[in-house]
């Protein structure tokens, strides 16, 4: 885990990062952060599970996911409020409601709450309800936006953008450690390439590269990282074998009449199945 950048040398050079990071790079903070919020550690030895529909929905949607998803072993509740939908004729979201709906499943389950927010302006509001705050890969390079979570008290999933290279996600995460929030957790979702098979294409080598960089934890999206729920089992154990400190993987309780991302999303029963293997793999690298 604890990887140095080691010399750089022309073999050895892996990112040369310039003007050089602070805050975020592992030379300036050989340890690895481990993240804690409300006594759950993200980036010790705990393989940290963030799970829950794409979107909140309605109540019983986000009630039923959330029982599920914390009866498979997820420590995290995801569920997006404010959505960045590329068609604006989508569902955007519930919005306050869902924020609402978000601390109430919290209440009932225990799960922490990690939420998207997509604009400054609804900064405020979605700190009074979220334990971790998103950043969308849409929103990686949005400077003002990571400036005024950079402010905040809260610990932020900080997604990379989908043609973003590892040193400008790296250099968005500084962007917020500057401001003061140290607490940023580093999350792989896959990046476009030619391939179409795919949604994204999932860039596992992300992880260790990362890691080798940064003291920041590591989590990876094998949900949006593939597009298909049938490939998210297979990935996520993947992600856990090369070093992730977490996941973010979207379940629903009818995948079938989601209102986005159905398709990659995990039935409460694959996700139960998924846990139990991932359990396995833990233990042989390492991990619980
Ligand atoms: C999400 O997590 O639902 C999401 C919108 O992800 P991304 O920003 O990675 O597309
Ligand atoms: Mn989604």
Same mark, same amino acid.
């Given at each position: ?10 073999? *050895? ?17 050989? #340890? ?24 909140? !929905? ?8 959330? /029982? ?17 939908? =590329? ?8 919005? #306050? ?11 009932? =389950?225990?799960?922490?709450?990690? =939420? ?5 302006? *609804?900064?405020? %509001?979605?700190? /009074?309800?979220?334990?971790? %705050? ?11 936006? %990571? !400036? ?25 995460? !500084? ?7 140290? !607490? ?13 098979? =795919? ?10 590269? %990362?890691?080798? *960089? ?22 996520? @154990? ?11 993987? &979207?379940?629903?309780? @009818?995948? #079938? &009449?989601?209102? +986005? ?8 029963? +694959? ?5 139990? &293997? ?11």
């Amino acid at each position: 885990m604890n990887e140095k950048p080691g010399l750089v040398d022309k073999w *050895h050079k892996v990112i040369e990062i310039n003007p050089p990071l602070q805050f975020a790079s592992r030379e300036g903070k050989p #340890e690895d952060t481990i993240v804690r919020v409300n006594g759950i550690d993200i980036g010790g030895p705990e393989v940290v599970v963030m799970a829950g529909p794409c979107a909140v !929905e309605s109540e019983d949607q986000l009630f039923s996911t959330a /029982r599920a998803v914390k009866a498979g072993g997820a420590k995290v509740l995801r569920g997006g409020a404010y959505k960045p939908r =590329t068609s604006p004729y989508s569902f955007q979201g519930l919005k #306050e409601e869902g924020l609402k709906l978000l601390a109430q499943a919290r209440a009932e =389950t225990g799960l922490l709450v990690v =939420t998207e927010v997509m604009d400054a302006r *609804h900064l405020e %509001l979605v700190c /009074r309800y979220a334990d971790i %705050l998103q950043i969308g890969s849409r929103n990686m390079q949005n400077f003002t936006l %990571l !400036e005024e979570v950079g402010k905040c008290r809260k610990p932020l999933l900080l997604k990379r953008g989908m043609s973003a290279t590892l040193e400008e996600l790296l250099q968005a995460a !500084e962007y917020v450690m500057k401001g003061g929030n140290r !607490e940023v957790l580093l999350c792989e979702r896959g990046i476009r390439t030619f391939e179409t098979s =795919t949604r994204n294409t999932l860039d596992l080598n992300a992880v260790p590269m %990362l890691k080798r *960089h940064s003291h920041l934890p590591v989590i990876v999206d094998p949900s949006h990282g593939t597009g298909h729920a049938w490939m998210v089992p297979r990935l996520a @154990r993947a992600a856990v074998a090369v070093g992730a400190d977490g996941l973010l993987v &979207e379940v629903h309780c @009818r995948p #079938e &009449e989601a209102l +986005s991302d159905g398709p990659q999303s995990l039935s409460p029963d +694959s996700f139960g199945l998924m846990m139990n &293997e991932l359990r396995a793999v833990a233990a042989a690298v390492g991990r619980c």
